[in-house]
């Protein structure tokens, strides 16, 4: 658990940093972009603070650095909109068992946004 805290801690100095040297590309919008940043982590480390089970830690990792990635790569801090539509989920007369498949294909950087 110990090790899991110095990632968070890490991952949450990582993000601040980004948000203090992020530059848009639309440059009288990089101060939005830089308080998006910002609160979006607070907003996002604040809601998981509660999390103890190491799986659900490890997810948010591993989400957050997807994000952080594509943000880099797309010079865009916004989560990237998907769309899933209900047909491309195989249809099943298990309900439960659908909702389940809907919910592995959707990519890990959008978890936090259905919460």
């Not at 990089?30 to 480390?45: H, N």
């Not at 998981?48 to 997810?59: F, G, P, V, W, Y």
């Not at 989400?63 to 989560?79: G, S």
């Not at 195989?90 to 909702?99: E, F, L, T, V, W």
Request: glycine letters at 0%; one cysteine or more.
């Amino acid at each position: 658990m110990a090790k899991l805290r110095k990632q968070v801690l890490r991952l949450y100095r990582q993000i601040l940093l980004i948000s203090r040297t992020w530059e848009s590309v639309n440059i009288p919008e990089s101060g939005i972009e830089q308080d998006y940043i910002k609160t979006e982590a607070r907003k996002l480390f604040k809601k998981n603070k509660h999390l103890n089970d190491e799986a659900e830690i490890s997810k948010c990792l591993e989400e957050a650095n997807a994000r952080i990635e594509l943000a880099l790569h797309y010079r865009n801090p916004y989560p990237r909109p998907v769309h899933v539509s209900p047909a491309h989920v195989a249809a099943s007369k298990d309900k439960k068992m659908q909702s389940h498949r809907s919910e592995q294909s959707k990519p890990v950087y959008i978890h936090s946004q259905d919460k």
